[in-house]
């Protein structure tokens, strides 16, 4: 089968679409598909308002048309509901052609949050764009209800994986650091809520690793939390593994892959009641806790089993993920065979 993905959020991007999407890619090659993603980088481009570290592709119809119809493929998913989400939308309702779209980000909250645009505009377009979807990809059973409740239609289960391999237990020696220590790892960006955590008066240190626009800001405004930076994989996991929990400040994340990455790493997760923590950390109270008062919720998860949470990430696996997506794509064709 020939898989075309075509997003808004795609590299040199850092964030939790880009890695879903990378590793269902690694994984359908690994199975011998034909896979190729488009991304902002192939079209003419500005930088997103009020995020300028992200760049969306300007009038890329016709360039898209053109790859599309090179690649020639059995299958289309339209991960994002960008510019180039919007244009493969167009192609695929002009040519009669069926398309699965997933939803990854609360768009919505985020637009009410920077623009004050009422949560019923946007929604509104939501619906819209993925009204023409034979199936709409959520990563969560909560998340699935609540789109439910505002009129969405064929959801479908799409969950996430986490590399065990990578993020697992670790000596802790290598942070010398104030204990507890209370570890966010994200963007740096309004959106995570990450001023919530911040703000709060907390024992040991408050450790922040990630960049983004706010990162001067709360250098400057938070001078006693240690700002780390951007780390690639390996440093990442080795923070991870030092620290004494994971703090999850977002309000709107659909799952947050870094929940599996920090509890792989043996340690427990403190979170609001949300979306994605309800669904990994709610039924699970031996690996994390859950509270309205995000202090309370870091006490409540401090002293969790270390065992307990890593056997919990042991239970998500790329491979099983990239099962769900196949089985809620919808062929437009059958593959044929073609020449090599």
């Known amino acids: 089968m020939r898989i075309l993905i075509i997003s808004d959020a795609w590299h040199p991007q850092v964030n939790g679409v880009v890695r879903t999407l990378t590793k269902t890619v690694e994984v359908l090659k690994q199975r011998g598909l034909t896979v190729e993603v488009v991304g902002p980088s192939e079209f003419r481009r500005v930088p997103c308002p009020t995020y300028p570290e992200i760049e969306l592709a300007i009038l890329p119809y016709r360039a898209l048309v053109r790859r599309i119809e090179a690649f020639q493929p059995d299958a289309i998913h339209i991960a994002t509901e960008g510019p180039l989400g919007l244009a493969a939308r167009r192609y695929c309702q002009r040519h009669g052609l069926a398309f699965t779209t997933a939803y990854h980000t609360k768009f919505p909250e985020y637009v009410e949050e920077r623009a004050k645009l009422p949560l019923s505009w946007s929604y509104a377009f939501m619906r819209w ?122 309000l709107t994340d659909t799952f947050g892959l870094v929940l599996l990455e920090a509890l792989a790493s043996g340690i427990p997760v403190a979170a609001y009641p949300v979306t994605g923590p309800l669904d990994v950390i709610g039924p699970n109270p031996e690996v994390g806790c859950l509270h309205e008062d995000l202090g309370e919720a870091i006490k409540g998860a401090l002293g969790k089993s270390p065992e307990a949470c890593r056997a919990l990430a042991l239970q998500y696996s790329w491979d099983a993920c990239t099962d769900q997506f196949l089985a809620n794509l919808n062929p437009f064709r059958e593959p044929v065979a073609r020449a090599a």
């Open 129 to 250: 764009f993925h009204g023409g979807s034979s199936a709409v990809m959520v990563a969560t059973k909560s998340l699935a209800e609540s789109l439910e409740a505002r009129g969405f239609r064929n959801m479908r289960t799409w969950s996430r994986g986490v590399d065990t391999e990578r993020f697992r237990p670790r000596d802790k020696s290598l942070l010398d650091l104030p204990r507890p220590i209370h570890l966010y790892a994200g963007r740096v960006v309004v959106d995570k809520n990450i001023e919530a955590f911040l703000k709060l008066d907390l024992p040991g240190t408050k450790l922040v690793v990630g960049i983004g626009p706010q990162l001067e800001e709360y250098r400057t405004k938070y001078p006693e939390a240690v700002f780390a930076g951007y780390l690639e994989n390996g440093a990442l996991a080795s923070y991870f593994a030092a620290s004494d929990v994971f703090v999850f400040p977002s």
